[in-house]
T-cell receptor
Framework: GQQVMQIPQYQHVQEGEDFTTYCNSSTTLSNIQWYKQRPGGHPVFLIQLVKSGEVKKQKRLTFQFGEAKKNSSLHITATQTTDVGTYFCAGRPTGGTSYGKLTFGQGTILTVHP | SAVISQKPSRDICQRGTSLTIQCQVDSQVTMMFWYRQQPGQSLTLIATANQGSEATYESGFVIDKFPISRPNLTFSTLTVSNMSPEDSSIYLC???????????FGEGSWLTVV
């Protein structure tokens, strides 16, 4: 079945440093989504990427979808303590109409030291 | 957007008992899903809750252990049956909204089985 690998598992940064997490799928994806989960909270939808090579920005966050639609990255510029949490990518397989049937990566736990 | 309410938010359960989790959405949605997040782990799809028919279970999950109801387009329940400590997890309801472009998660039901 489809597998989604995410690295790194943990990332510790000083406030102000940049952060990147990478996601790779074993199969081509219809789209990929990114979520943030604060400690003790539930996953919150950040963004969906659909097109090959797509790049989207949300303030200090930049999301990329690979040309082959098998990999993606999330980059945070100048991290802040409010960025702390676990970032998950989730891929939707090609074909079918199960929009919520996602395969999640293992997540990257980000800690930011002030 | 969709607002999802889950009950209970937390519970401590005795092994061998069963617990039913409720998921209420503030609007009609076609697709509803149940995920499990074991401690420190990523999210795993349990099943798709189908309105008017039996749920569709993912590999490793069976109806006898996780019976699901979906009586209408705004409500679903997940029962965790004959619980063991290995069932201690967060159980999350999710829906696909905005024509499938956004996935929303409920706040989760944190179950501890003792």
């Amino acid at each position: 079945g489809q597998q989604v690998m995410q690295i790194p598992q943990y990332q510790h940064v000083q406030e102000g440093e940049d952060f990147t997490t990478y996601c790779n799928s074993s199969t081509t994806l219809s789209n990929i989504q990114w979520y943030k989960q604060r400690p003790g909270g539930h996953p919150v939808f950040l963004i969906q990427l659909v097109k090959s090579g797509e790049v989207k920005k949300q303030k200090r966050l930049t999301f990329q979808f690979g040309e082959a639609k098998k990999n993606s990255s999330l980059h945070i510029t100048a991290t802040q303590t409010t960025d702390v949490g676990t970032y998950f990518c989730a891929g939707r397989p090609t074909g079918g109409t199960s929009y919520g049937k996602l395969t999640f990566g293992q997540g990257t736990i980000l800690t930011v030291h002030p | 957007s969709a607002v999802i309410s889950q009950k209970p938010s937390r519970d401590i359960c005795q092994r061998g008992t069963s617990l039913t989790i409720q998921c209420q959405v503030d609007s009609q949605v076609t697709m509803m899903f149940w995920y499990r997040q074991q401690p420190g782990q990523s999210l795993t799809l349990i099943a798709t809750a189908n309105q008017g028919s039996e749920a569709t279970y993912e590999s490793g999950f069976v109806i006898d252990k996780f019976p699901i109801s979906r009586p209408n387009l705004t409500f679903s329940t997940l029962t965790v049956s004959n619980m063991s400590p290995e069932d201690s997890s967060i159980y999350l309801c999710s829906v696909a909204a905005d024509s499938g472009n956004t996935i929303y998660f409920g706040e989760g039901s944190w179950l501890t089985v003792v």
